[in-house]
Nanobody, 116 residues
Framework: QVQLVESGGGLVQSGGSLRLSCAAS????????MAWYRQAPGKERELVAH????????TYLDSVKGRFTISRDNAKNTMYLQMNSLKPEDTAVYYC?????????WGQGTQVTVSS
């Protein structure tokens, strides 16, 4: 059974930091492209960051470049998103996503709220 379980969200003041985790199970984690998406109220879901199976290539949404870092530990089947210098506009539900060929899996999301 495929599972993606996000954790680490919460309430933080502007300028603070959070580290999100996505624990994966039920599939060959190292074969999958992994990504973090977010969706703010009334807005479409957007891609925040993406990482290849080996972790060798990462991409970021322009507005988070230099503040967020995506990483993965294939030995632990876990992906991370280190978020620094958080801004109120980063407030959203953050989702973990795993993609390989025709397989596309999603977690349930974790809420991140940044107060001004």
């Amino acid at each position: 059974q495929v599972q993606l379980v996000e954790s680490g969200g919460g309430l933080v003041q502007s300028g603070g930091s959070l580290r999100l985790s996505c624990a994966a199970s039920g599939f060959t984690f190292s074969s999958y492209f992994m990504a973090w998406y977010r969706q703010a109220p009334g807005k479409e879901r957007e891609l925040v960051a993406h990482i290849t199976g080996t972790g060798g290539t990462t991409t970021y949404l322009d507005s988070v470049k230099g503040r967020f870092t995506i990483s993965r530990d294939n030995a632990k089947n876990t992906m991370y998103l280190q978020m620094n210098s958080l801004k109120p506009e980063d407030t959203a539900v953050y989702y973990c996503n795993a993609v390989f060929l025709y397989n596309d899996y999603w977690g349930q999301g974790t809420q991140v709220t940044v107060s001004s």
